[in-house]
């Protein structure tokens, strides 16, 4: 059977749990940033409040936490008149299509979930049955939109699988073509960019501790503070980057400094082989602080009128229900609820 053809559309969020990261910005935002300029798509863009909350937050910090991470987009370039941009609570259709989605999904896919066992840990009995259910939410956020293209760092990657099964056993148990099967974007050198006090962990903006990541909202002495101490081994750096397969700090500096040039890895080693950590950090972090200065500069202009940033998101949120409302609409129809409208 020939599927319907989807408009190429790309959709893609960023929890406001706290600050952003580099690692938000180089998996992430950077790439959000391309997909929009590329002007083959229609892009949304989404701070993913519903799923934040999955874990306790704080609502003071939560708001602004949603405050700063849409000027942190709009810093980096996402242009609210070509893209989509707004928070996930403001439009009803993705709790809605998550739970038609919880009634389709499968308890022992959601067990499997790498970042579920992660975040639950040892005590699960005490976790959020939000946490357990958040790739049902994600799908319901990415198939609201009937979107086609989602770019997400490495560590997402099976919430797309996920998604994809949603879709695929939807389409299946309703003999229709309604849902894509969504294509996740994984690529570039940093598309899992670890943690600066162990290179095994991924950074994060909840770890609990502040120097294992670089904030956006950092400042040149913070970031060179932060990479100075960043945990390395005695070596000097190798020759090739296949030398460095053992050494994930160090490895993991690298990466993030060919994301930041980009430069591949292989000239990066070229031009750096031999250095010690005394001549290479400073030299990561100048050219850290330089790529982020810009944003960190206009995000806090951006953040000195919070009224004008929530008038954003209000406007973006309209044009996101003017496509996921028929859209959910539509799959109540499909699965025979009556509509009176
Ligand atoms: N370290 C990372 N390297 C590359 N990409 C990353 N992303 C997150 N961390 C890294 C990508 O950023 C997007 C938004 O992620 P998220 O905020 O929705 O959730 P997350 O992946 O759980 O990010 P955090 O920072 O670790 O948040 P907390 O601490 O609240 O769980 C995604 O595309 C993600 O891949």
Same mark, same amino acid.
């Given at each position: 059977?020939?599927?319907?053809?989807?408009?190429?559309?790309?959709?893609?969020?960023?929890?406001?749990?706290?600050?952003?990261?580099?690692?938000?910005?180089?998996?992430?935002?950077?790439?959000?940033?391309?997909?929009?300029?590329?002007?083959?798509?229609?892009?949304?863009?989404?701070?993913?409040?519903?799923?934040?909350?999955?874990?306790?937050?704080?609502?003071?910090?939560?708001?602004?936490?949603?405050?700063?991470?849409?000027?942190?987009?709009?810093?980096?370039?996402?242009?609210?008149?070509?893209?989509?941009?707004?928070?996930? #609570?403001?439009?009803?259709?993705?709790?809605?299509?998550?739970?038609?989605?919880?009634? %389709?999904?499968?308890?022992?896919?959601?067990?499997?979930?790498?970042?579920?066992?992660?975040?639950?840990?040892?005590?699960?009995?005490?976790?959020?049955?939000?946490?357990?259910?958040?790739?049902?939410?994600?799908?319901?956020?990415?198939?609201?939109?009937?979107?086609?293209?989602?770019?997400?760092?490495?560590?997402?990657?099976?919430?797309?699988?996920?998604?994809?099964?949603?879709?695929?056993?939807?389409?299946?148990?309703?003999?229709?073509?309604?849902?894509? @099967?969504?294509?996740?974007?994984?690529?570039?050198?940093?598309?899992?960019?670890?943690?600066?006090?162990?290179?095994?962990?991924?950074?994060?903006?909840?770890?609990?501790?502040?120097?294992?990541?670089?904030?956006?909202?950092?400042?040149?002495?913070?970031?060179?503070?932060?990479?100075?101490?960043?945990?390395?081994?005695?070596?000097?750096?190798?020759?090739?980057?296949?030398?460095?397969?053992?050494?994930?700090?160090?490895?993991?500096?690298?990466? @993030?400094?060919?994301?930041?040039?980009?430069?591949?890895?292989?000239?990066?080693?070229?031009? %750096?082989?031999?250095?010690?950590?005394?001549?290479?950090?400073?030299?990561?972090?100048?050219?850290?602080?330089?790529?982020?200065?810009?944003?960190?500069?206009?995000?806090?202009?951006?953040?000195?009128?919070?009224?004008?940033?929530?008038?954003?998101?209000?406007?973006? #949120?309209?044009?996101?229900?003017?496509?996921?409302?028929?859209?959910?609409?539509?799959?109540?129809?499909?699965?025979?609820?009556?509509?009176?409208?």
């Amino acid at each position: 059977m020939t599927g319907p053809a989807f408009t190429p559309r790309v959709f893609s969020g960023i929890q406001p749990s706290g600050g952003l990261t580099l690692g938000n910005y180089l998996g992430a935002l950077k790439r959000f940033v391309e997909m929009q300029n590329d002007a083959s798509h229609e892009c949304v863009f989404c701070l993913v409040d519903l799923h934040a909350i999955t874990v306790w937050q704080d609502p003071k910090a939560l708001a602004q936490q949603t405050r700063e991470a849409a000027a942190g987009f709009m810093a980096a370039g996402i242009d609210p008149a070509q893209s989509i941009l707004f928070n996930q #609570s403001q439009v009803a259709a993705h709790a809605e299509l998550a739970w038609l989605f919880n009634c %389709v999904a499968r308890m022992g896919w959601m067990g499997r979930m790498t970042q579920w066992k992660d975040k639950s840990g040892k005590n699960t009995e005490n976790a959020s049955l939000g946490l357990f259910a958040y790739p049902a939410l994600m799908a319901a956020d990415i198939l609201a939109y009937h979107a086609t293209h989602v770019p997400v760092g490495e560590d997402q990657k099976q919430h797309l699988e996920l998604t994809r099964d949603i879709a695929t056993k939807f389409n299946h148990d309703f003999g229709v073509d309604f849902f894509p @099967i969504t294509e996740p974007v994984i690529d570039g050198p940093a598309t899992r960019v670890m943690s600066l006090r162990d290179g095994t962990k991924k950074m994060s903006k909840s770890d609990p501790s502040d120097m294992s990541r670089i904030n956006l909202s950092d400042d040149a002495d913070t970031i060179a503070q932060k990479f100075r101490k960043a945990r390395t081994d005695p070596e000097p750096l190798p020759e090739t980057y296949g030398d460095l397969k053992d050494r994930p700090e160090a490895r993991n500096l690298i990466d @993030i400094y060919a994301a930041l040039t980009g430069k591949s890895t292989d000239t990066v080693m070229s031009d %750096v082989a031999g250095q010690g950590w005394g001549q290479f950090k400073p030299h990561l972090a100048e050219v850290a602080a330089e790529t982020m200065a810009p944003i960190t500069d206009e995000m806090n202009r951006l953040l000195g009128d919070p009224g004008e940033i929530d008038r954003i998101l209000g406007e973006g #949120s309209a044009k996101a229900r003017e496509i996921s409302e028929p859209i959910v609409a539509r799959t109540r129809d499909i699965m025979g609820m009556i509509s009176s409208g």
